[in-house]
């Protein structure tokens, strides 16, 4: 029997970009690989709890199809390619970059005047496809990542084998998860410590 393992934090909470590129992420538990765009459940989740800042509603989150997420695993390869040597200063690939480019030139954003009832408000709206829209709204959040001094603040989670990518609010944060990554290492550290100089020294 599989379960749908709940959606970590790093996925809902930092920039868009990096919210996506982690959706390809590896369980350290498990040693396996696992993609939240490719299970129906978990994409489910996943856009549903990010509806408010994709501009879509919650309908549209469950409606994206196995086909719109090949669109938005094509805005991660570019993100995750051009993110990486953007990250230290490097040039991304000028595939990445255009491929963002194409994605956000197929569904621009236009402002459109709204009374709330009490005031007049100005929302983004694009036209299109629900795919392409959202594949819009990561890439253009992806280019405004690498645009801002920010994306060399970026870091990859420090525990052994984790590859998830955060944007650190607090400079000393280490760890994707502090309560999954940050006591893996933490736990990891601890054993190599105390790693037993004598066959009777047991952690137990
Ligand atoms: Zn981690």
């Known amino acids: 029997m599989t379960t749908t393992p709940a959606i970590p934090s790093v996925l809902l909470t930092e920039p868009l ?8 992420l590896y369980l350290t538990d498990s040693d396996t690989w696992m993609d939240v765009l490719d299970g129906r459940e978990q994409r489910d989740a996943w856009l549903g709890a990010l509806a408010p800042r994709l501009d879509i509603g919650a309908e549209d989150a469950a409606a994206v199809t196995d086909g719109d997420a090949e ?12 993110v990486e040597p953007a990250r230290h200063g490097r ?6 970059l255009s491929g963002l480019n194409e994605a956000v030139r197929a569904a621009p954003a ?6 709330d009832g009490a005031s007049v408000t ?27 001094p920010d994306i060399l ?7 052994p084998a984790c590859v998830m990518l955060f944007l650190p609010r607090n400079p000393r944060r280490r760890w994707c998860t502090p309560n999954i990554c940050g006591n893996r290492a ?17 952690l137990s």
């Open 71 to 82: 669109a938005l695993k094509a805005v991660r390869e570019h993100a995750a390619a051009a």
């Open 110 to 115: 236009t402002v459109h005047a709204r009374w």
């Open 122 to 148: 100005a929302e983004p709206r694009r036209a299109g496809s629900l795919a392409t829209r959202l594949a819009a709204t990561f890439a253009e959040e992806t280019v405004q990542l690498l645009a801002t």
């Open 186 to 202: 933490r736990v990891a550290r601890y054993y190599l410590r105390h790693k037993a100089p004598r066959a009777s020294d047991s």
């Open 91 to 96: 040039k991304p690939p000028a595939r990445a």
């Open 17 to 24: 970009a990096l919210d996506l590129v982690n959706t390809r």
């Open 153 to 159: 603040d970026v870091r990859r989670c420090d525990a």
